[in-house]
Structures are given as C-alpha cells and as structure tokens.
C-alpha cells in the first residue's frame, strides 16, 4: 500500500512540475503577440444568412488570437432584415464593418 502512495505521489508531482514549467515557457516566450497589419477575416454573406451571429462570434474568437485583425461583413445578396442584423452586428463589435460585397476589393 505504501509503495502504491508513493508511486502515486511521485505521479502528480511529476506531472504538477510539467505543467508548472510549461505555464512558465508559455508565458515567457509568448509575452508579445506581433500584430498583422492589415488582416481581414471576412465573412461573405447572402440571403438570410441564419448562422450569421454564430458566425460573428466564432470570428470574435479567432480575432482574439490575432490582435489587429478586423471582421469584416461582406454584404453578397443580403435580404433587408438580414442586412439590418449584419449593420448592426458591426455596429456593436470591436473592429469590424459592414461593406457592400460589390464594392469590396483587395487592393
């Protein structure tokens, strides 16, 4: 029985150790997320577009992972009630804008 607690014992200071050096790496190393200029997580959008805030959402997150990236909302054929949800979509995030998709171009 003892053998079995120390064997168990040794287990989880091994692996708390492991994590301890691995928060520690990860905070040093990766203290200073580089900003890309310019980038542009665009989200074409038509007709009803019923996974639009889903969507939104899950651009959120990847713009959270990417500082200076700006969501953009691609207006491709939006009905009027979709296209006042988009506007206001864009409206309420941070770093984002609605565009009409015919207008937009990659210059």
């Not at 053998?3 to 190393?29: I, P």
């Amino acid at each position: 029985m003892v053998l079995l607690q120390d064997g168990l014992l040794a287990f989880l200071s091994a692996v708390g150790l492991t994590t301890v050096v691995w928060l520690v790496t990860g905070l040093v190393c990766c203290t200073g997320q580089e900003k890309v200029p310019g980038l542009l997580l665009v989200l074409p959008l038509r007709g009803d577009a019923p996974a639009m805030e889903a969507d939104v959402r899950q651009l959120r997150r990847l713009q959270g992972q990417l500082p200076g990236a700006k969501i953009v909302l691609a207006d491709c054929g939006l009905t009027e009630e979709a296209r006042g949800l988009a506007q206001y979509l864009a409206a309420r995030e941070k770093n984002a804008g609605f565009v009409d998709g015919k207008e937009f171009q990659l210059t």
